[in-house]
């Protein structure tokens, strides 16, 4: 059986394991706040359950067992994400950092009042989907927004970052879930991506542009070519 801490790590790796295909130890025991050594050791632990595949030189992945065990923590934590932003008025830039200790003290039936206050969100402040209480993670249809065609309309479906000023940036000029916006033009070689919140227009540079994910409601051309001239 999964101990709470194997859950806690396993929900560390399906984070990370969105990014890339495997997840590097040093990156794992970093994001878990932990030591290489206990890192190491818990990453032993959890293989020979069959939680993950850990290969030399790549990293580790979680096999379809280790994803199940880590729902819950997933589900525990984002919850309380949205208890410290909506209940408890903690900004969404804070909000990541201090779940990681605050779920630590929540119990299930403190989590399930947790539910009930927040009127049981299926989203994170971030936009990440939240596990449903068996262990379901919904299922998001989004793309990240530099494999979008300028002159689409799109919706923010989620901001994929954790670092706090970039989502203090993102918060001041409007780029936060549900909101919807233009995207004008993109520059080429990783320049910036011009786009419309109404009624203002942004500047935003390739690596900020890289954490926002989208659903795009009506798709554009592309940027275009100026018409050739005789």
């Given at each position: 059986?999964?101990?709470?801490?194997?859950?806690?790590?396993?929900a560390?790796?399906?984070?990370?394991?969105q990014?890339?295909?495997y997840?590097?130890?040093?990156?794992?025991?970093?994001?878990?706040?932990?030591?290489?050594?206990?890192?190491?050791?818990?990453?032993?632990?959890?293989?020979?359950?069959?939680?993950?595949?850990?290969?030399?030189?790549?990293?580790?992945?979680?096999?379809?067992?280790?994803?199940?065990?880590?729902?819950?923590?997933?589900?525990?934590?984002?919850?309380?994400?949205?208890?410290l932003?909506?209940?408890?008025?903690?900004?969404?830039?804070?909000?990541?950092?201090?779940?990681?200790?605050?779920?630590?003290?929540?119990?299930?039936?403190?989590?399930?009042?947790?539910?009930?206050?927040?009127?049981?969100?299926?989203?994170?402040?971030?936009?990440?989907?939240?596990?449903?209480?068996?262990?379901?993670?919904?299922?998001?249809?989004?793309?990240?927004?530099?494999?979008?065609?300028?002159?689409?309309?799109?919706?923010?479906?989620?901001?994929?970052?954790?670092?706090?000023?970039?989502?203090?940036?993102?918060?001041?000029?409007?780029?936060?879930?549900?909101?919807?916006?233009?995207?004008?033009?993109?520059?080429?070689?990783?320049?910036?991506?011009?786009?419309q919140?109404?009624?203002?227009?942004?500047?935003?540079?390739?690596?900020?542009?890289?954490?926002?994910?989208?659903?795009?409601?009506?798709?554009?051309?592309?940027?275009?070519?100026?018409?050739?001239?005789?």
């Amino acid at each position: 059986m999964a101990t709470p801490a194997m859950q806690r790590y396993a929900a560390e790796i399906y984070r990370l394991q969105q990014d890339s295909h495997y997840v590097a130890l040093t990156e794992l025991s970093e994001h878990a706040h932990a030591s290489a050594q206990a890192t190491s050791r818990m990453v032993g632990r959890m293989k020979g359950s069959g939680y993950l595949e850990h290969e030399l030189y790549r990293g580790v992945r979680l096999t379809t067992k280790g994803e199940t065990i880590a729902m819950p923590a997933l589900r525990r934590h984002r919850l309380v994400e949205v208890f410290l932003v909506k209940v408890m008025k903690y900004g969404w830039d804070e909000a990541h950092e201090i779940s990681d200790s605050f779920a630590l003290g929540v119990n299930d039936p403190i989590e399930d009042r947790i539910d009930e206050i927040t009127e049981h969100p299926t989203r994170c402040p971030h936009g990440e989907p939240i596990p449903s209480k068996d262990g379901v993670m919904p299922l998001v249809k989004d793309i990240n927004l530099l494999g979008v065609l300028s002159g689409s309309d799109c919706v923010i479906s989620r901001v994929r970052t954790h670092d706090g000023d970039k989502l203090r940036y993102c918060a001041d000029l409007g780029l936060v879930p549900g909101v919807t916006f233009h995207l004008f033009s993109c520059a080429p070689f990783k320049g910036p991506l011009n786009l419309q919140v109404k009624p203002n227009n942004h500047l935003i540079g390739y690596e900020l542009a890289g954490s926002l994910w989208v659903e795009v409601t009506k798709l554009g051309e592309g940027n275009k070519l100026p018409p050739q001239t005789k």
